[in-house]
């Protein structure tokens, strides 16, 4: 039995989506997420969007508020969203994740080995409707604003 751990990203935008990156085992930390993800992914980002306004989102986790990652994205004049402390029913890449990990736990042949469960990842990323990923973005505003109704607690996504 093969035992690792690693952890994986991607990025979402309306009408597209970044490949699903899978980091080699080890903890994500601060340099890892700015050379593994903001330097190759955030400039595909900007030049997709190129004259487009937009909102940059992560998932409030530690590595993503490094002094180089702030640095890099005020550089490229790139605004960020502002999370609150505790605000994971807003973030449309949490039900990306659950829709992923729903669809390997339906698979006939679930993942053995950890090169079966990295293909398995990708397939399913690859595989995923673009429709679902717009349609999470687009309930955005929703969700900020059912979360200003009821002051921040739970809202029912």
């Not at 930390?29 to 190759?40: A, F, S, V």
């Not at 969007?49 to 508020?65: I, R």
């Not at 729903?102 to 990708?122: G, K």
């Amino acid at each position: 039995m093969e035992v690792a751990v690693f952890s994986f990203g991607g990025g979402i935008m309306f009408g597209s989506r970044t490949n699903l990156h899978i980091f080699d085992a080890g903890s994500v930390n601060g340099t890892r997420y700015y050379n593994e993800i903001l330097l190759p992914y955030v400039r595909l980002f900007l030049e997709a969007l190129w004259g487009l306004q937009f909102l940059f989102m992560d998932d409030n986790a530690p590595c993503h508020h490094t002094l180089a990652a702030k640095q890099l994205l005020e550089s490229e004049d790139i605004e960020c969203m502002d999370w609150p402390a505790r605000s994971p029913d807003l973030n449309p890449i949490k039900y990306v994740w659950d829709f992923l990990g729903r669809h390997l736990a339906a698979r006939t042949l679930p993942p053995v080995t950890i090169q079966e469960l990295r293909l398995a990842l990708q397939d399913e990323w690859a595989a995923m409707p673009q429709q679902l990923i717009d349609t999470l973005i687009l309930s955005m505003g929703r969700r900020c604003e059912t979360c200003l109704a009821v002051r921040g607690d739970h809202i029912p996504y």
